[in-house]
């Protein structure tokens, strides 16, 4: 599967553009963010969040794939500055909206309290960004009218931030294409389509 198909699926997935993926396709130089304002208690907590969405289970989940260094990455080198202040912050309120939710941290709540509560978080983030997307759509229909070029959309909900790098760290990650999807190391890569393998129901995707 070529990245920017992935990059395509995972916009479906998430009901947004993949944040970062225009600038990671073309090359993340933007390198705007000190890498090291993510501390060793934050990876962890990336770590885990990933690992709720991406459970293991007969096949690794997101932390075996070091879910967190990845978002560290992506975050530091092809996010902008409003999109990294968004992220920063709404890791920094992660917990503190957890306290809200089960009266403890997410790193103290058991695995289906982890999961209630990013349940709730990701209905959370699609009023935000439908609302934003309701604010912007004059402005938007102009810009595409105009094909101006500067139009930039205001950052996604943090949530849907760090879902769409879960979704793509894990499914671009050796562990990922290895373990969870389907690899030939036989078959010619990259961009080699053969639309005669055999499949059968509930096989998984191929990664490449």
């Not at 705007?32 to 990933?50: K, M, P, Q, R, Y």
Request: glycine content about 8%; proline content about 4%; some cysteine.
């Amino acid at each position: 599967m070529e990245r920017r198909e992935l990059l395509k699926m995972i916009a479906l997935l998430t009901g947004g553009v993949v944040i970062g993926g225009d600038v990671f396709l073309a090359g993340c130089t933007s390198k705007e963010a000190d890498a090291s304002t993510f501390s060793a208690d934050h990876i962890a907590l990336l770590d885990e969040v990933g690992e709720t969405i991406i459970p293991t289970t007969t096949t690794p989940g997101a932390k075996a794939t070091k879910i967190g260094e990845f978002m560290k990455i992506i975050v530091t080198d092809c996010y902008n500055t409003d999109q990294q202040k968004v992220f920063g912050d709404g890791l920094a309120g992660l917990n503190e909206a957890c306290k809200k939710v089960n009266g403890k941290s997410f790193m103290d709540c058991s695995a289906d309290e982890r999961k209630t509560f990013l349940v709730g978080l990701e209905k959370d983030a699609k009023v935000y960004n439908q609302q934003r997307d309701d604010k912007e759509k004059d402005a938007r229909e102009k810009a595409r009218k105009d094909m101006d070029p500067n139009f930039v959309s205001a950052p996604s909900h943090y949530y849907t931030m760090i879902k769409q790098l879960t979704l793509w760290g894990v499914f671009t990650s050796e562990v990922g294409c290895k373990q969870i999807l389907r690899w030939d190391p036989k078959l010619p890569v990259p961009g080699h389509y053969d639309g005669a393998l055999p499949y059968k129901k509930g096989d998984k995707a191929w990664a490449i």
